[in-house]
């Protein structure tokens, strides 16, 4: 359960790193630059948990994992209730809330299994 956790974690950080760049680069719904304030806050907002995700799944560290979780929800589900392609953000939020899930149900079956 723990490689699946960390499976499932790193795919939606990556998935939530390519929404990302793809929002502030390639917008396929503008051809211009989202502007550098725009550029940042999105980071901060998006990339930034999502590479807090990507490094902490692989220590499965929950709490950082549960910071992550909580600091990208608004962003994503900003991005979730729009029409298009960038809805996928949110998405990528329940993965994180997945593998968070599934790495702590890991945790207290070893640590209950430990514990007899």
């Known amino acids: ?7 499932v974690g790193f795919i939606a950080g990556l998935i939530s790193m390519i929404i990302w760049g793809m929002f502030t680069f390639f917008n396929p719904y503008s051809s211009d630059f989202v502007g550098i304030g725009t550029a940042l806050l ?5 990339a930034l948990p999502a590479l807090f995700i990507i490094i902490f799944i692989r220590v499965s560290n929950q709490f950082i994992m549960l910071i992550a979780v909580i600091w990208s929800l608004p962003c994503s589900l900003y991005f979730a209730l729009t ?3 960038f809805a996928i953000a949110g998405l990528a939020w329940l ?12 945790k207290k079956k070893y640590n209950s299994v430990n514990s007899i």
């Open 42 to 46: 999105t980071f901060f907002l998006l």
């Open 83 to 85: 029409p298009g392609f």
């Open 95 to 106: 993965l994180y809330l997945i593998s968070l899930i599934l790495l702590t149900l890991h």
């Open 1 to 7: 359960m723990k490689e699946i956790s960390r499976v």
